[in-house]
C-alpha cells in the first residue's frame, strides 16, 4: 500500500506547520521523517492518519483520494508518542479493541478474536500477560502492546510517532531492530517520526529530513550521509556514527 | 486558523455538546438573571438609588459585607492551620477531622443554622459560659458571624491542603542550611508560597458568605438596621409584593457577585500558573 | 496516613505514604518541623476551632432530636407532613442528579476536550451559581414565572403553576447543582488529554463507542463523586427553594423547609428530629466522598 502526499499545507494561526509537502512511500517501505521539534514531522504523520485535517493539499492511498476519509475507516496503524493505551482495560481487551467495536456484521466471533489477540501478543513476546493492565507493565512492553493494538485491525500502513521516545537507551537499541523486523516479516508499509539521526539512518529504508515545515531532503541514509542537500541537513545529521564513534572511544 | 471558532480536532460530538451545554446553562442560569437586569429597569433612576441606599439596605450592606470579611478573614487564618495540622502533623481522629472540614458543605444550611442557635443561645452549650462575661452569641451581629464562619470553614483548608501536600521539602530545607529559623523559614518561604491558595480560598470563603441565607436567618434575629443580612431584605421585599424593590437590591447583590467569579478566576489561574511553576 | 508515628510527618513524604527513604534519616531533629510545643499548640488551637464550628453542632443536632425520648422522635417522623417533606426532598434528588449528570458530561465534553473561543466564559457562567446568593436563584423564577411575571398571566390562564409548585422547586433546585458535577469532570478530562479517544478512533470505533468504552470508564469516579455533592446540595437546598415554594404544608414543603416550619412553631424537637435526618444524609455523603476519594486515587495511581 502506497501512501502519497500531495501539495500538503497545515497552518496554525499565524504558524505554518507545513508547506506544500510533497511526499512518495512505496508499499513495503519503513520511511522516517526527521527533524528537530517543530519541524511539522508530527503534524504531517497525523494528516496521513486522518487525525488533523490539511488546509490544502491531498493524501492518496494506493492512488486513491483519501483526504476526506474518516480516521476510522482509514485501516491505518497508529502507535502514539506515549502509547495512548486504554488505562481501564487489560493488554488483551486493548489489543482487542479494534476488533470489539466493529459492527456487528464484520465483527469476529469471540473465539476468532481471542486466536488473533494471543496471537499478536505472542508476536510481540507478551505471551501469558493479556490479564496485565497497562500501569503494570514496563515502558517497552506498553510499547508493544500499543503495536500490537495498531496491528490487530490488519492496517494497511502502520505510522508511528517517536515510537522510541518514552524508553531509556538499552531498550531504544533493542526495540529499534525489532521493529525493523516485524516490518519486513508483516509486509508492512511503515511511517515513523523522529527526532535522532541515529535511530532513523539505522533503520529507515529512506530518510524524509524536515525543517520549518518543509522537505529538506529524501534519500536513504546513504546517500544522505554522502551527499547532503543543504547546510542543515549535514549539521543536522552531523558526522556518521562510525565516525563519532571512533573519536568518542 | 486564527479567525475559527474552533481548532478542527477529529472527536466528534463537539456541536451537540456545547449546543446541549448553551441552551441548558441558558435556560437555567443566564435567561433567569437576565429577568432581573429587566425587572430593574421598570424603577427610574433616582427611585433606584433610593431602594439600594435606604438606610436599612445600607445597614445590611454593613452587616452582610462586613461580617463576610471579618469571618473569611478569620477562616484564613485558622483554616490555614488546620491545612498545616492535617498535612503535617499526626494526631488520633486525623482522618474523621478531615473528612468532617467538609461538613459545612454537606450540611444543609438550614440545620446548621438551627444547631448553631441551640448551642449559642444564652442557655445553649457554647453560649452558657459567654454571656457571663458579657458576650451575646445568638440573636446579634456576632451570630451572623458565627454562621458565616461555619459556611465558610472549608474553603481556605481545602484551597491550601493541596498546595501544602506536593511542597518541596528541599526549599525548606534549603533555607534552613542558609540559617534561617523555623519562623523565618515559614514567612520567607512557605507562606509566599502559599499566598495563591490562601488568596483563593478566603475569596471562595468570602463569596459564600455574601450570599448566604439559610443558617444566619435563624442565629440572627433578624432586627432590622442591627443583625438584618441584605438576603433577608430581598426575601422580604418579596413577601410584601414589592417586586422591583427585591429586584434592585438583587441587581446589587448580582453585580458583587460576577466581579467575586471573575476575581475567583483570575486567582485560579494565577495559582494553577504559579504552582506549575515551581515544578 | 497509614503509617502511624509519633513524630510529625516528614515535609517531604506525602500524605498517602510515607516511604520515602530519606525521611527516615531526620526524623526528631528534622530542621524542617516545629518543636513540640508549637506544634501541640497548632493542633490544639486548630482543633479547638474546628470543634467549637463544625463538632458541637453536629452532636447538639442528634442530642436535641432525642430530647423528648425516642417515641417522640420516630413520631416526628412519621408524621404525613414530615413523610411528605421527605418524598418532596426525594423527588428533587431525582430530579437534579441525572440532569446535572447529562449537563455535566456534555459541558465537560465541549469544554475539556476541545479548544474554543469564549471557553473561559462558559466555564464563568457554570460557576455563577456557587457565587449567587441562594435567595437569587428563587426571585429570577419568581420574576420569570410569577404572577407579576413575565409569563405569570398567561402561565396562570393555561391553568399551569411553576411558582409555589413543584415545578418551581425542582428549577430553583437545578439553579443551584449546576457546576457540581460538570466541575468535578472538567479537570479531570483535561487532564487525561484526548490520546485515548483518538486511538479508539484510529482503531474503528464510532464517536459513541469512543465514548462509552473510554471516555465512560475514565471518569466514573469523578461521576459519582459530582453526583455524591450534586445530591447533598439538591435535598439540602433552602434559600432558592424557600423563596419559589410558598410554604404549603403537605405539598410545596421539602424537608428543609419543613425544619423552619417546625422551628418557628417553637416546637423545637420535631424540628430537630427532622434535621437530623438531613445531617445523617450529610454524613453519609461525606463517608461516600472519602470512600469513592480513595477508589478513584487508587484508580489514578494505576
Redesign the interface.
Known sequence: MSIHTDRITRRFGAHTALADVGLHVATGELVALLGPSGSGKTTLLRIIAGLQQPDSGRVLFHGADATHVPVGERRVGFVFQHYALFRHLSVFENVAFGLRVRPRKCRPADGEIRERVDALLARVQLEGLGARYPHQLSGGQRQRVALARALAVEPRVLLLDEPFGALDAQVRKELRAWLRSLHDEMQLTSVFVTHDQEEALEIADRVVVMNDGRIEQVGTPGELLASPASDFVAKFLGRPRAVRELTAA | MAHALRRPSVLPGFNLALGFTLVYISMIVLVPLAAVVVKTTALTLSQFWDTVTSPRVMASYRLTFGASLIAALLNTVFGLALAWVLERYEFAGKRVVDALVDLPFALPTAVAGIALTAIYAGNGWIGQFLEPLGVKVAYTPVGVLIALVFIGLPFVVRTVQPVLHDFEAELEEAAATLGANRWHVFVRVILPALAPALLTGFTLAFARAVGEYGSVIFIAGNVPMVSEITPLIIVTKLEQFDYAGATAVASVMLLVSFALILAINGLQSWNRRRYTRTH | ?ES?????????A??TGGERPQSAARRVTS?????AL??RV??G???G??A???????V??FV?ALKKGFEFYVESLREPDALEAIRLTLTMALIAVPVNL??GV??A???A?????GK?L???????????????AG??????F?L???LGPWLAAHGIKIIFALPGLA?AT??VT?PYIARELIPLMEAQG??????????????W???F??TL??IKWALVYGAI?CN?RA?????AV??VSGHIRGATNT???H??IL?NEYN?AA??AV?SL??L???V???L??VVERRAHG?H??
Open positions: 496516613m502511624q508515628t509519633l513524630y510529625p510527618h516528614p515535609l517531604s506525602p500524605v530542621p524542617t518541623t516545629e518543636s508549637v506544634r497548632l493542633i488551637v486548630a482543633l476551632y474546628f467549637a464550628l463544625v463538632l458541637v453542632p453536629l447538639a443536632v436535641e447529562v449537563f456534555a459541558a465534553w465541549a469544554i476536550k476541545f479548544e474554543f473561543r473561559s462558559l466555564v464563568s457562567f457554570i460557576d455563577l451559581p456557587f457565587a449567587v446568593s441562594p435567595v437569587i426571585l429570577v423564577y419568581v420574576l420569570m410569577g407579576q411575571g413575565w428549577l437545578l439553579f449546576v484526548t490520546d485515548e479517544e483518538e486511538a479508539a478512533l484510529v482503531l474503528g470505533a464510532s464517536g463507542q469512543t465514548f468504552r473510554v470508564p475514565n455533592l447533598a435535598m439540602g437546598e433552602f434559600g424557600s423563596v424537608m428543609p423547609l425544619v423552619e422551628y423545637f424540628a430537630f434535621a438531613l445531617a444524609l450529610a454524613i455523603t461525606l463517608v466522598k472519602s484508580a495511581a494505576r
